[in-house]
């Protein structure tokens, strides 16, 4: 992975200094809170319901075992023991104090981490696919690019203050797995028929209030020119993109408003003098980054293992895990397993510090001490020999991390919600357990088959509900109860569409009666081998639609009639959370 | 008081905002050194373009593309920032400096706070006018926060990765 040189520590290094500065003069008034929040937020920090929320950077997602131990400190010093992992790929904790921040700051410096610009109108952490550089169906490897597009975008002085937030996805494979459609920029490196490298530039989608799929702006930017064009994307957008409605000032409603026609044509103007000039990207610069992602030493092993498939016939769950946690990877005798941070009960993408510490073992041990976050809120070791996976498999499941449920029902990605985010109307993480409770059996699941489920506890989309073959979004009603919409038929990767909502909004414990009625038409209408999605596609909403709403919900609302008593008192959250 | 080529200096230019009931084409230019909108600019052209120096100004939805013609006839150009959170007039001073060729004093006028400095001098701005309600020399530090940069802009015409010589990864024995 990336190792910092001189430059790299000495600007993250400054920008600690700088920062404990600006938090010592917050802290002594000369700051008001209007001033210090634009700047706090570039820094991760956000203020929310018990206290500050940090987020952490994780580039494109790659963390070192290292990296992983110093969250794993920062939960226990600074925190109360755990963190969460988040859909771009970033750790967040929720329960700080301001004078702590400075510190937490220079801890990450130590270990090459920071918080640069996880949040505010800038330029955000570049998110990437998980199995970036071991995947079977990569064309290019999209590692070096993302650093590469990290350093240029940290600290860039004219788009610090940009209309809104800017999120860029890179992917490097025949299948999408960064979500590229649904960001500001989402980059395909691939390579042209002459075998020459370039990127395929998608602008302007992005979820939210306006759920919106990106449109292709370029077919093939050559690599050299990737730093110049996306310099020219965010001027036009600095410059005319709306400043009048925070909701209608994202990239996407600009491109939606000129139409991508005109969009290119102003981006390809910007770009005529830029083109080959100074900020065009050398093959040396791509080289000397490129050496930091060179294989590790694998070694020549076969991908038959007998003793695994005599473990595999014996014992039923280590054959599930083997089934839904474990993916092939390019080189014989080598897997990729996906620790799951989804076990029934737990909060999706929460993670103790006892378990992040685990987890850093586990990838010194198996996979060259390093580990991938998943914008799934789960974890990747990317280089694991398959003549391991029995004692690795046996291991993680003393932490919990190898529930067998990786694309299933349970699998389940959240924002945050009501109890930590002062953005939300609703609670997710309780909703996701009640939902994962009630369809837990694992013959159910695997009926059920590949299928993505997404809360999001507001319209800010968090939780991408919108590309979420079943999404869950928290709604605001006039009595400030929790309501919960439901839609349908959203999905990602290289076929992704946005989701459509089924109807009127439904109570907190309706929800789940609400999924199994959904599944009970796609059980019933299915052919073949069809997906969630594809019977969704096929038959389209209105059979869905006509079952969920058919028959009337028993009430269950009462059974916990004062949802304040379920939570602990020392948490002081508004609600109860499986956490606590 | 302004920050100029990363000094303080002092300043005897006035910048002349329009208030609700005067018009760009009747307002009175005051004599002397007058920073105008750039309406007041267009609307009395003529006239200040006779003057030994004259200084305009551009609001942060305006566009430098106006000033094309006139834009070695000014002693100083200056960008409004209404509120620090207006980034456009980091793009306005980028073109101003990087298309447009200007070469005389670029200064930052309005919500300008220290924390925005740094950014400020890198896409083209040399001189500052801080919020008069802070001090001038805190705002001079915000010149400083950072010692090295890796993207290009006005200020450093290559990228880091141009400039110096880098390593790779040196990390591969560790593994």
Redesign the interface.
Known sequence: MY?Y?E?DQ??VD??VR?YRD?VRRRLSGELTEE?FM??RLQNGLYMQIHGYMLRIAVPYGLISSQQMRMFAHIARKYDRGYGHFTTRQNIQFNWLKLQDTPDILADLASVQMHAIQTSG?CIRNITSDEFAGVAHDEVVDPRPYAEILR?????????????RKFKIAISGSKEDRAAIYAHDIGLAVTKNAQGEIGFRVVVGGGLGRTPIIGSEICEFVPWQHI?TYVESIL?VY??YGR?DNKYKARIKILVKALGIDEFKRQVEVDWA?LKGG??T??G??V???A??F?D??YETLSDHDSKLNEFKADNRSFSHWLQRNVRPHRIPGYVSVVLSLKKTGNAPGDATAEQMDFAADLADRYS??ELRITHKQNLVLADVRQKDLISLWQEASVYELTTPNIGMLTDIISCPGAEFCTLANARSIPLAKLIAERFESLDFQYDIGEITLNISGCVNACGQHHIGNIGITGVEKKDHDEWYQVSIGGAEGNDSSISKIIGPSFTFFQVPEVIERLLQVYVRERIEAERFIDTVRRIGHAPFKDHVYAADFIAQDEEVADKHIVAPAQYEVPYFSPRF | MIIKNKAIVADDWTVLRLQENETAESVHVAAGKVIVPLKVWQAQRDALQQRKEIGVWLASDERPEALKDDIQKFSVIAVDFPKFSDGRGYSIAFNLRARLSYTGELRAIGDVLRDQLFYMQRVGFDAFAPRPDRKIEDALKGLSDFSEVYQTSFDRRLPLFRRAQRKGNQAESSQ
């Open positions: 190792r040189d430059y000495q600007i400054e920008r700088q600006q001033e634009p700047l109108n350093q240029w975008s940290t600290f860039h002085p004219e788009f610090a203050y940009l209309p730093l001027r600095n410059q400043r003098d100074p900020g990207l050398t040396q610069e080289d000397r980054v050496s930091c060179t590790p030493a060259f001490g």
